[in-house]
């Protein structure tokens, strides 16, 4: 599967990974068209989109236990 940490780190091996994953998928499932190009292009636009609400959670956890806050886990 893909990580949302894959997609926001270095591009180059998330489409590889990507390219990985498709080729197993298009084993199992000849008929299948997939244009590799085009939806990594949709992945990177992605990326950017989602990239500003992903942030590093075991540090803010840290500074709320750090803080006396309470966390529902």
Same mark, same amino acid.
């Given at each position: &599967?893909?990580r949302? &940490?894959?997609?926001? &780190?270095?591009?180059?091996?998330?489409? @590889?990974?990507? /390219?990985?994953?498709?080729?197993?998928? +298009?084993?199992?499932?000849? +008929?299948? =068209?997939?244009?590799?190009? *085009? @939806?990594? *292009?949709?992945? /990177?636009?992605? *990326? @950017?989109?989602?990239?500003?609400?992903?942030?590093?959670?075991?540090?803010?956890?840290?500074? *709320?236990?750090?803080? &006396? =806050?309470?966390?529902?886990?």
């Amino acid at each position: &599967g893909i990580r949302v &940490g894959e997609l926001l &780190g270095d591009f180059n091996l998330f489409s @590889e990974k990507f /390219k990985t994953i498709v080729n197993t998928h +298009l084993r199992l499932f000849p +008929l299948i =068209k997939v244009d590799v190009d *085009a @939806e990594l *292009a949709r992945y /990177k636009d992605y *990326a @950017e989109k989602v990239r500003p609400y992903v942030k590093d959670t075991i540090c803010f956890l840290h500074t *709320a236990l750090r803080n &006396g =806050k309470t966390i529902l886990v």
